[in-house]
């Protein structure tokens, strides 16, 4: 796929041409990530393995909230045009950044 | 965002001068991730093409939904690519630029390695991850030790060479089974002939990295062979068919 324009303008039409899939992707993405995380994300490895398969079961909302907030302490450092990007694929898609 | 907090591991090398039979910059990038993984469904080059000042057209090399980089080679013949490196966790943050990201600006505002190395030397890193950076203009090939406090550029003269990874002119490589001489019984008594296919059709799967992804960038030509998984058939990506991909013309594109 090739796009062009504004970093908004290439994320809107990434976002346009990549609808469904990335619907699917999101669908699917979250209880896989739970799992891996669980095992994987090295402090989470830490802990006890009873601990650790119970936050694999439970674990969409962690996965959620360890992205959401990765994001949030990564956006300082990040330059503008990383968000109007993400901004402009949730306008394509119509899925929430 | 994802890397940010699993990180990948991968086998990842540079080939150029007298290690090629081209005598032109071959990069390897074998991702050993976890090729069963949703994302895994939908692997895409997607090229941009900013209007932002200082850009160049890059692709990045990537799955529907991943819009950092992991993989990635740009219209100024720049290529990146990425191994787990996992140590030392004290000279990790969370607070800095996600490396992905400073992945892909590498391939959007760099035309030398100069450019690549002063990129990433002025980011707020975060991960501890190896790089691997190749240029055309240089014909040459960085490996890069990565973190927070650190950027430690090595090349064919100050890599850490070993039994596995003799010291020879024009070739420098991180394996994922580092400790065991599977490159080294390739490209050694290859030296001189090496070329893309050799490293996609025997090294990667033979040495069976690249479940993931397998991308040979080909310097001299702008092709690329990819190898991604089947997520039909869970055929690993290194023992799939590779597909040459020109993008001389995707970069060229008149809009």
Not at chain 2, 228 to 253: C, M, S
């Amino acid at each position: 796929m090739s796009i062009r324009g504004t970093a908004f303008e290439m994320g809107e039409a990434y976002g346009t041409l990549m609808k469904e899939e990335l619907k699917v992707m999101v669908k699917e993405f979250y209880g896989w990530a739970a799992g891996f995380i669980a095992n994987n994300v090295t402090q989470i490895s830490m802990l006890p393995k009873w601990l650790r398969q119970d936050i694999g079961v439970t674990g969409v909302d962690i996965a959620k909230k360890l992205l959401d907030l990765n994001y949030i302490i990564t956006k300082k450092y990040t330059p503008r045009r990383w968000d109007d990007e993400f901004k402009g694929v949730a306008k394509g898609s119509g899925i929430s950044a | 965002m994802v890397p940010e907090i699993l990180k990948a591991s991968c086998s990842i090398g540079g080939w150029w001068g007298p290690a090629t039979a081209s005598g032109q910059l071959i990069q390897l990038r074998a991702l050993d991730w976890e090729e069963h993984a949703p994302i895994s469904k939908f692997p895409m080059i997607t090229v941009y093409h900013p209007s932002e000042a200082g850009s160049v057209p890059f692709a990045n090399i990537a799955w529907a939904g991943f819009f950092g980089s992991l993989t990635g080679y740009s219209s100024a013949k720049i290529g990146v690519s990425e191994r787990l490196r996992g140590s030392p966790a004290d000279n990790m943050t969370r607070f800095g630029k996600p490396w992905t990201y400073a992945l892909r600006d590498v391939l959007q505002f760099s035309k030398t390695l100069d450019d690549a190395l002063n990129n990433l030397n002025t980011t707020d890193r975060t991960c501890s991850v190896f790089l691997g950076i190749g240029s055309s203009v240089n014909n040459t090939y960085r490996l890069i030790e990565y973190d927070e406090k650190t950027l430690a550029v090595y090349d064919d003269t100050n890599w850490h060479f070993g039994d596995t990874h003799p010291k020879m002119p024009g070739m420098i490589w991180k394996a994922y089974h580092d400790d065991k001489t599977c490159f080294k019984n390739h490209f050694i008594p290859q030296y001189g002939k090496i070329t893309p296919e050799l490293i996609w059709r025997y090294v990667a799967p033979r040495s069976e990295t690249g479940d993931s992804q397998v991308i040979v960038m080909d310097f001299a030509t702008n092709h690329i062979y990819a190898m991604y998984p089947n997520p039909v058939t869970q055929t690993v990506g290194y023992n799939r068919p590779a597909v040459k991909i020109d993008l001389t013309p995707r970069f060229n594109e008149k809009w």
